[in-house]
């Protein structure tokens, strides 16, 4: 079974710096996907970032970049130009790649970090 | 595309009662809804896995009897929360799968409290 870790509860950034989430993982597959999720007051489920363990390439998206470290499984998430609306708690989660069976779609979540942004 | 509809919002309902939780998907066929369960501060929690006109797979320790999941047509899963308890008070949050690999779209989930 695959785990994901989060070892920091909580975080904080000063906004327009820039803060590093960690995640961690163990999985035994080659093929999967890894996460981000943003979950703001709200509760609503963001997808932030997506990547894909077979590219090398490290995703982007806007602010949010991560670094994909798969010999180490590693894979954290940096939050460039913190903004107000970034507080949330965010969530690293693992996917399988695989095509069917019973674990086929779940996610994995980690523990969570909440990020406190201050102004 | 991809929206998912989860109702209702919030509901406090009292202790012994059942409470019935809609996902509803508006614009695509939904294969296979997750349903989690969230404590304040904490990951979610998958619960169980329904695919349409199967009977839904529960994770270890969740109570069938308790929990019950339908999901009858390729837009709709329900989670009903039978004689409900104080314990069962939580954030419940539906993910649903679409066509596409990439295609999972979380509910914006339920607040259950029970009194």
């Known amino acids: 079974a695959q785990t994901v870790t989060q070892s920091q509860p909580e975080m904080s950034v000063q906004e327009a710096e820039t803060v590093t989430l960690s995640c961690t993982y163990d999985?035994?597959?080659?093929?999967?996907?890894l996460f981000w999720y943003k979950q703001p007051p709200s509760r609503q489920m963001i997808l932030v970032i997506r990547?894909?363990?077979?590219?090398?390439q490290n995703a982007t998206e806007n602010r949010f970049s991560v670094n994909f470290q798969k010999a180490a499984k590693s894979f954290s998430l940096k939050i460039s130009d913190s903004q107000l609306g970034d507080a949330a708690m965010y969530f690293c989660?693992?996917?399988?790649?695989?095509?069917?069976?019973?674990?086929?779609?779940?996610?994995?979540f980690g523990q969570g970090t909440i990020l406190t942004v201050h102004p | 595309g991809a929206v998912v509809s989860q109702h209702p919002s919030w509901v406090i309902c009292k202790s012994g009662t059942s409470v019935k939780i809609e996902c509803r998907s508006l614009?695509?066929?939904?294969?296979?809804m997750f349903w989690y369960r969230q404590f304040p501060k904490q990951s979610l929690m998958l619960m169980a896995t329904?695919?349409?006109?199967?009977?839904?797979?529960?994770e270890q320790g969740v109570e069938k009897d308790k929990f019950l999941i339908n999901h009858a047509s390729l837009t709709l899963s329900t989670l009903t929360v039978t004689s409900a308890h104080p314990e069962d008070s939580s954030f419940y949050i539906c993910?649903?799968?679409?066509?596409?690999?990439?295609?999972?779209?979380f509910g914006s989930g339920t607040r259950l409290t029970v009194v």
């Open positions: 989660a693992y996917r399988s790649y695989g095509a069917g069976g019973t674990s086929y779609g779940k996610l994995t």
């Open positions: 999985t035994s597959e080659s093929d999967y996907y």
């Open positions: 990547q894909e363990a077979y590219k090398q």
């Open positions: 614009d695509f066929q939904a294969t296979t």
């Open positions: 329904s695919n349409e006109g199967s009977k839904a797979t529960y």
């Open positions: 993910r649903v799968k679409g066509q596409t690999n990439y295609g999972y779209t």
